[in-house]
């Protein structure tokens, strides 16, 4: 059986839930500061018809917490060459601004089959199913 070490090298790619795995479920809510009505009344009407959206208020922020460490350990994933992502179902801007923060290469909201996503993004990748599974059972 193969050490730790030559099982992790094998890692090419790592995609992540949001609420709850990235953050530990806590939603909090803000007023808006002046003038953002507009941005707020754009962001919702881009998404319209997507499923998930968080939050469409024009008085209200929503806003997530994320931990710095989880921050870290994707950048140094992302330093030793493994690609990053994250497929969740809700919409968010705070999610948005942390995913351009940490440097996705995959993120994608509002996505309710994210098994399909999920597939789309094995395929981007070339990764097939033997990989994948040699990844998850070793």
Do not use: C, N
């Not at 030559?6 to 890692?11: D, L, M």
């Not at 806590?26 to 941005?39: D, E, I, N, R, V």
Request: aromatic share 6%.
């Amino acid at each position: 059986m193969p050490d730790a070490r030559s099982r992790a090298k094998k890692i090419k790619l790592l995609l992540f839930d949001v609420d709850g795995v990235l953050t530990d479920g806590k939603l909090f809510f803000f007023p808006a500061p002046a003038g953002t009505q507009q941005s707020i009344r754009e962001h919702a009407a881009k998404h319209g018809g997507q499923g998930g959206f968080g939050l469409a208020s024009e008085t209200i922020v929503e806003a997530k917490g994320f931990h710095a460490h989880d921050g870290t350990g994707i950048s140094l994933a992302r330093l030793g060459g493994i690609k990053t992502g994250l497929i969740t179902k809700r919409i968010s801007e705070t999610v948005a601004l942390r995913a351009r923060d940490l440097k996705l290469e995959y993120v994608y909201q509002g996505i309710q089959d994210k098994l399909s996503t999920f597939h789309e993004i094995l395929r981007q990748e070339a990764i097939t199913r033997r990989k994948r599974l040699s990844l998850a059972t070793t």
